[in-house]
């Protein structure tokens, strides 16, 4: 591989240094390209632009590639569990026993929010979208944890800052969800773990303890591996920008949230439920819909398909496909909308127009039919996927603020507008 590349610019020759990632990846760096060339690059939505060096996360888009810390999802759904996969991607390496259960001794430890909190949420209206309340929350938490909020912290006062977000956002979004169904809230108890508590704060009410059963709680674990991290995603890509001032992770995290909640993407899960029931509703024409969605003159997507890296199948929708039926089967639940969810991937797969676009269900195609299974409200679908994406934003906060190198994110622009004319008095303006 060539050490660098040469550019020719007008009468000039600039030589480019290329790197090449552990997997073979190339870029050109481009860190000085300013300072050389007086020129700088323009990539609207940065699909050609890495924005910095990680070894958390590997994926292989065209061949339909994730891998954890060099770990492949499909081994970490049949192995492991979210919070085993939470310290691998946070930590960097599989735990020992020891670490692994101080680790979780400390997440179940950090398992209460301040009771003062429980009045914010009762001033929300009952309509109110639990990923308003989330974001608000997160960024709120801060305030019960000042110590917590230097930009220079101890790597001491950064393992206790996640370890409280890790088991305190979980909390939170248990208590937005009672507060949308007007539930009295629910405490974690000791003796589950991590993602059991969770499902029991959620689905106890004081006419019934909910424990799930082992097959859900598996489900919970694989949903939320699949969800754990997927490299410089515009959620994390979010959390890595808002972190790189040097503001907190409580704050960086509350960004993130918003950043996932648009319908492009971790949006999406609740909007290819909202679609597949308008099918469904429409007498299940999905050849319709799938015509729709090829038609220029129409705002219509296929909600759950394309990606902007994945030019094959992605690997999270293959595994959740298959515990959608596991989970369907399970609870003895004939969805009429997973049927349609089938009938169109048959469809698109074999449509010349999602064949040349490289276009295949994606991580959220899926995700809902099971979510909804489990009885958990359509709006809270997006609130589940952050849950799971929380290690990622975490992981990729702490490899950035630990780089020395860290420096703000502050990308350019080409100005477009008009050039330089004097002021007009309101009364010289037509
Ligand atoms: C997630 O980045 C990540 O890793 C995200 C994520 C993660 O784990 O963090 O994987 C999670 O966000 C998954 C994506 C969820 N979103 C959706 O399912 C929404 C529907 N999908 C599309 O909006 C779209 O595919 C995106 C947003 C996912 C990707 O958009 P891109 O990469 O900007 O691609 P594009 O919009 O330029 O589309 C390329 C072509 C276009 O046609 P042309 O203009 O070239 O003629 O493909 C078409 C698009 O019109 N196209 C679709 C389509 N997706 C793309 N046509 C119909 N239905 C679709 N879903």
């Not at 660098?4 to 290329?18: G, K, R, S």
């Not at 970490?76 to 979210?82: G, M």
């Not at 918003?258 to 679609?275: D, F, K, S, T, Y």
């Not at 994406?389 to 008009?418: C, F, N, S, V």
């Amino acid at each position: 591989m060539p050490k660098t590349a040469t550019l020719q610019l007008e009468d000039n020759t600039f030589e480019i240094p290329v790197i090449e990632g552990s997997e073979g990846e190339k870029a050109l760096d481009i860190t000085r390209l300013r300072q050389q060339t007086g020129y700088i690059t323009l990539d609207s939505g940065y699909g050609n632009t890495g924005a910095c060096l990680s070894s958390i996360t590997f994926i292989d888009g065209d061949e339909g590639i994730l891998r954890y810390r060099g770990i492949d999802i499909t081994e970490l759904c049949e192995k492991s569990t979210f919070m085993e996969v939470s310290y691998l991607l946070i930590y960097g390496h599989l735990p020992s026993t020891d670490e692994f259960a101080r680790f979780k001794e400390r997440v179940h430890y950090h398992s209460l929010i301040h009771e003062d909190m429980k009045s914010f949420f009762t001033s929300y209206p009952g309509h109110a979208h639990p990923m308003a309340i989330l974001s608000a929350m997160v960024c709120s938490l801060s305030v019960y944890h000042p110590e917590l909020l230097q930009p220079d912290q101890s790597a001491e006062d950064r393992d206790q800052t996640i370890t409280r977000l890790l088991s305190k956002v979980r909390v939170l979004a248990a208590f937005a969800y009672k507060r949308s169904v007007g539930e009295a809230f629910v405490y974690t108890k000791p003796e589950l773990d991590y993602l059991s508590n969770f499902l029991h704060m959620m689905f106890t009410t004081p006419m019934n303890e909910y424990f799930p059963d082992e097959l859900i709680r598996k489900t919970l674990d694989v949903l939320f591996i699949v969800h754990a991290d997927h490299e410089q995603n515009c959620s994390t890509s979010t959390v890595r920008m808002v972190g790189s001032s040097k503001a907190n992770l409580f704050a960086s995290l509350s960004a993130g949230i918003c950043a996932l909640w648009g319908p492009l993407h971790g949006g999406a899960n609740q909007a290819v439920i909202e679609m597949l029931e308008a099918i469904y509703a429409d007498g299940g024409n999905h050849k319709k819909y799938l015509e729709m969605a090829k038609d220029k003159s129409s705002p219509f997507r296929l909600m759950g398909f394309g990606h902007r890296v994945y030019r094959n199948y992605d690997p999270r929708a293959q595994i959740l496909k298959a515990y959608c039926d596991k989970v369907l089967a399970h609870l003895g639940v004939r969805d009429p909308i997973f049927d349609i969810a089938k009938a169109l991937e048959e469809a698109a797969l074999t449509d010349d127009y999602f064949v040349e676009k490289k276009l295949y269900p994606n991580v959220d195609f899926y995700s809902g039919i099971i979510y909804r299974a489990l009885n958990i409200p359509t709006n809270m679908f997006t609130v589940m996927f952050a849950l799971g994406r929380l290690p990622g934003w975490i992981a990729h906060w702490k490899e950035m603020i630990e780089d020395p190198g860290m420096k703000i994110a502050r990308p350019r622009q080409i100005y477009t507008g008009e050039i330089l004319h004097p002021y007009a008095p309101i009364e010289q303006r037509t």
